[in-house]
């Protein structure tokens, strides 16, 4: 038996060779495995006078097949069950195809391969040479296939020979009409409605510095060719590359089309299973869901695309440099203050390069008492640049070929950058590790936009301004980024309209001109070059013009340097922080990520970006405890040892105690915040809030009482409000006396409010506490006295902290019956019943509460004749 089958997804390309195949082995049966689309039968109606006998694979006996004519393909995962008979003994294999040859291919006895622009430009050829008759729907239907798979010859990958094969058919009777007419048939509801999908899910990535478009579409019931939303696509969005994924029941249909050199799409697909010619492709993948296969596209994407970058978009800009009278001490200062280990050396007159100067040299010099002595003695003139145009190999070979620390990036004569082996060495990362977020990989910063995550995410109005002020600071010549917890918190799809801007520029003068055509207020900064926008209605936005902190030592203040964008996200705290958004006109969306922001977010890692970050800064601690908790994401172990490390060296001690405080107060308002604490525990970090602070068994379990008191009082919906950060703040400190708490606040800078209701905890509430405990069978009037003067913040901690249940009873059935309760009368009500103004009026009203809280009177009317009956018997006692 002869069989002629191809690859398992159908479209034009194929068919026409199947036909044209049994032009050539008459006796052959045409087989396919699996159904032919529905799309594709109505789309060949009109070729009326064709025959399609199509026998089913699985009602083909393998064991009879001694012949097997493979059109189209020559890959054993894409042609079914027949991949089980390739490798028997004595079966003839004919092969005629025109994709590129793999290591993997089907060999076979006969094998005609061409890389034409379709298989079906080879069997025509083969039908004209061997003067095979053929019908007008015949040529009609091969001149389907080529100009499918040629784009009406006007892919890349067309040849002389599809051209010469199109003549022929021509020639024929092929009739270019219906071609057109079946090409650019009117797309059905159910393709319009996957389309749409696939259209809302387009995403533009730069992978290895080449655009691809790629989009995926859950299609459970779809029925159509893939193939034609393929090309709908590529007519409607104009795209160069594009890759869909179209996920149908248990496996994902992928299709790609080309028009770039850069990105052969047959060999991205045959390294997902699939197969193709440079310019259309397809694959499918079973077992995956579309957002997978995404996954497993990008990866194949990324080992198939050599990267094409330049200096200009992986260099540091503005750089650090020095002039060439700087003595050698202060360079070294500044190496160590930026953390760098080397510099560019410009001349003192005109600023253009004159040499580098590295740690190494610094060091040596000094070692040798010339601290003192210029950097123009002893920097390398003989060094290398490049432009900012230069190639990655260029800049390869200087970095690496010649062992240069530092290339400086020059462009008419002056410094715009610099180029260090870590920058190099970042690029090459980012292709290999893995990032669901990113598809360039962690640290990729180019080319990713989130515009229409954006526009889902956040309501219109915040978008608009977030254009406005792009636009903005493209006309003072500047650009603009959202960074910061909005950047983080919106790819993590959290809510979060707390809005940072960074400007690389002047960040003042953005906010006084954004505000002049938004009628809004700045208060401004000058010291740190911050403002905030204040709106109308009382909405604020934060802008900072990118800047470098340093520390004089540690646990200090930073001290603040104009910088780039990429050095100003470097001075934060986490990974998980650095990212930006670019808010540019032509740039809106575009997402920025140097430091493997999104690598993090997906591995759920919190991260700093330094060793000395938290000897710097020794509160990054409690934010890494109090994010790890919020996101339920773990901390590095790195990240954890060098938090463990600054806890030894008692890296706090040179922190005011304001600052730990507001990072305290921070975590008590998170929803875990009982979580945090025991974290801050377990680090042994509580003792740099106070000694006495160590969250033991019965600390703990006064935390998840107070806890347990809010989630309570929550349930009740009073309109009385809480803060239920102050009540946890109480239980926190419960091992401290009334002493230690007024030394606490004083040290800790505490004041106002909160340092009224700490030491109210400790002085008032527990009074209360003893007195409810001492009392039996009280009236509510007596509980009321009691507890009416404690604030209702100490009152649910004293619940936390007493252990016995009837006096947590007590204290909850004031909260919930007896709080708030008020006389009908009032002052004035008084006063016209004739009680003198004096006080008299207040120890009146306080006997009428009393009643009424014992239910000895409920009604005005009732209240009003106490009053009388009160001022009758003169001045009441009570």
Same mark, same amino acid.
């Given at each position: ?14 068919? %026409? ?20 689309? =529905? ?132 020639? =024929? ?32 990535? !730069? ?74 492709? /397809? !694959? ?88 003192? $002595? ?15 145009? $230069?190639?990655?190999?260029?800049? #390869? ?53 989130? !515009? ?9 109005? *915040? ?28 790819? *993590? ?7 940072? *801007? ?15 055509? &938004? ?60 990212? %930006? ?22 591995? #759920? ?80 970090? *509580? ?43 109480? %239980? ?10 007024? &030394? ?23 009074? %209360? ?11 509510? /009037? ?45 002052? #004035?009500?008084?006063?016209?019943l004739g009680v003198p103004e004096s006080p008299l009026c207040g120890r009146i009203l306080d006997i009428l509460l009393k009643k009424r809280l014992d239910g000895e009177i409920k009604t005005r009317d009732e209240e009003e004749k106490a009053a009388e009956n009160l001022l009758k018997e003169g001045a009441p006692?009570?």
């Open positions: 038996m002869e069989v002629i089958t191809a690859h398992i997804n159908a479209d034009f390309d194929m068919i %026409a060779s199947m036909v044209a195949a049994k032009k050539l082995y008459p006796e052959a049966e045409t087989v396919l495995d699996g159904s032919l689309e =529905k799309s594709i039968e109505d789309s060949l109606k009109p070729l009326s006078t064709l025959e399609f006998k199509w026998k089913r694979a699985k009602d083909v006996d393998l064991d009879k097949i001694d012949r097997l004519i493979l059109v189209d393909i020559r890959h054993r995962s894409r042609i079914g069950r027949f991949s089980k008979v390739v490798d028997r003994p004595g079966i003839e294999i004919h092969i005629y195809d025109h994709h590129p040859s793999t290591p993997e291919d089907i060999r076979g006895s006969l094998e005609v391969t061409h890389p034409y622009g379709s298989t079906t430009t080879i069997l025509a050829l083969k039908i004209k040479e061997e003067r095979i008759a053929i019908t007008e729907d015949e040529a009609t239907l091969f001149m389907l296939g080529i100009y499918e798979d040629t784009g009406s010859l006007s892919y890349a990958s067309t040849k002389v020979e599809d051209y010469e094969a199109s003549a022929f058919l021509l020639s =024929k009777g092929a009739d270019l009409g219906r071609v057109a007419s079946i090409l650019k048939r009117e797309i059905t509801p159910e393709e319009l409605h996957v389309l749409d999908g696939l259209i809302q899910s387009s995403t533009n990535y !730069a992978i290895c510095g080449v655009d691809v478009v790629i989009a995926e579409t859950p299609a459970e019931g779809y029925t159509g060719q893939v193939s034609v939303l393929a090309h709908r696509m590529m007519e409607i969005e104009n795209v160069d590359c594009l890759f869909i994924l179209v996920g149908v029941r248990d496996r994902v249909h992928m299709v790609a089309r080309s028009r770039t050199r850069d990105v052969n799409v047959g060999e991205v697909a045959q390294r997902i299973g699939g197969g193709g010619h440079p310019t259309a492709a /397809s !694959a499918t993948l079973k077992g995956v869901t579309p957002i997978q296969a995404r996954e497993i596209l990008i990866n194949a994407l990324k080992e198939h695309i050599t990267p094409k970058k330049h200096a200009g978009e992986i260099m540091s800009a503005p750089p650090k440099t020095v002039s060439a009278e700087t003595t050698i001490e202060a360079a070294r200062e500044i190496l160590t203050r930026y953390n760098i280990n080397a510099l560019p050396v410009v001349s003192s007159d005109d600023k253009t390069l004159a040499g580098v100067i590295t740690r190494q040299v610094i060091e040596k010099a000094i070692y040798h008492s010339l601290g003192k $002595a210029p950097v123009e003695d002893y920097m390398t003139i003989d060094g290398e640049h490049v432009t900012p145009r $230069a190639s990655i190999d260029k800049i #390869r070979e200087s970095l690496i070929g010649h062992g240069y620390r530092l290339l400086p990036v020059v462009e008419e004569g002056k410094v715009v950058g610099v180029i260090t082996r870590t920058d190099l060495l970042r690029l090459y990362h980012e292709e290999l590790v893995e990032n669901p977020f990113s598809p360039s990989g962690a640290g990729r910063h180019r080319r990713k936009n989130i !515009a229409k995550l954006m526009k889902v995410r956040l309501p219109d109005w *915040l978008v608009d301004l977030l254009k406005e002020a792009g636009n903005v600071a493209e006309r003072l010549g500047w650009r603009i980024y959202a960074v910061g917890g909005f950047v983080r918190d919106l790819m *993590l799809r959290r809510e979060n309209l707390d809005i940072d *801007l960074v400007i690389e520029g002047d960040g003042i003068a953005f906010a006084k001109e954004f505000a002049s055509r &938004r009628e809004c207020r700045v208060r401004t900064h000058e010291r740190f070059g911050t403002a905030v926008i204040i709106f109308p209605d009382g909405f604020k936005v934060d802008v900072a013009t990118a800047r470098l902190e340093y520390y004089e030592r540690a646990g200090a203040l930073p001290t603040v340097e104009l910088s780039s964008l990429k050095l100003d996200l470097f001075r934060r705290d986490f990974t998980i922080n650095t990212m %930006a958004i670019e808010l540019t006109s032509g740039r809106f969306g575009k997402l920025l990520d140097f430091f493997g922001g999104q690598r993090d977010i997906k591995e #759920r890692s919190i991260r700093v970006l330094h060793n000395l970050s938290f000897i710097e800064d020794p509160t990054r601690v409690f934010r890494a405890v109090r994010l790890s908790e919020r996101f339920g994401f773990k901390i590095a172990a790195h990240t954890l040892k060098l938090i463990k490390n600054a806890a030894k060296i008692e890296a706090f001690r040179n922190i005011k105690g304001r600052r730990i405080v507001d990072e305290l107060i921070l975590i008590l308002k998170e929803g875990r915040a009982v979580d945090s604490l025991k974290r801050l525990g377990e680090l042994g970090l *509580l003792k740099f809030i106070h000694p006495k602070i160590t969250l033991d068994r019965e600390g703990f379990f006064i935390l998840e009482r107070a806890r347990d008191a809010l989630s309570w009082y929550e349930l009740l919906y009073k309109e009385r409000p809480v803060e239920p950060w102050i009540v946890l703040f109480l %239980a926190l400190l419960d091992p401290l006396d009334i002493d230690e708490l007024e &030394r606490f606040t004083g040290d800790m800078n505490i004041s106002g409010r909160l340092r009224s209701l700490l030491l109210e905890g400790k002085g008032e509430g527990p009074k %209360a506490l003893i007195r409810i405990a001492e009392r039996t069978d009280m009236r509510n /009037s007596e509980i009321n006295e009691i507890l009416r003067p404690v604030s209702l913040e100490v009152l649910l901690y004293l619940m936390a902290k007493t252990g016995k249940e009837k006096t947590r009873k007590t204290i909850s059935y004031f909260i919930t019956n007896l709080n708030g309760i008020k006389t009908i009368l009032n002052g #004035r009500d008084l006063i016209k006692v009570g």
